[in-house]
């Protein structure tokens, strides 16, 4: 059990990793002149909670572009060829 555990998160990694590296070729690409690969589209969500005691309030976005979606998918196969 604690094999499969380890193998998601090594999964999970990897795939985060794939996703930054994509990002920060596609900004570098973006800036050599590449066209399309660094717009990027952006996620928000933004919850929030009241509970006269308790106040908290998140933010999250996330900002998807061509290259780190290439990125991901390179890291999957990656993680699936070791």
Avoid: C, T
């Avoid at 998140?58 to 780190?68: G, I, K, P, Q, T």
């Amino acid at each position: 059990m604690a094999r499969a555990q380890q193998s998601k998160l090594v999964l999970v990694i990897v795939l985060v990793i794939g996703l930054l590296l994509g990002s920060i070729i596609g900004d570098i690409l973006g800036k050599l002149g590449v066209p399309y690969i660094s717009e990027s589209k952006e996620v928000r969500w933004h919850p929030a909670g009241d509970f006269l005691i308790l106040i908290w309030d998140v933010d999250l976005a996330v900002r998807v572009n061509l290259a780190s979606v290439l990125g991901l998918a390179l890291a999957f196969w990656i993680f699936r060829k070791l």
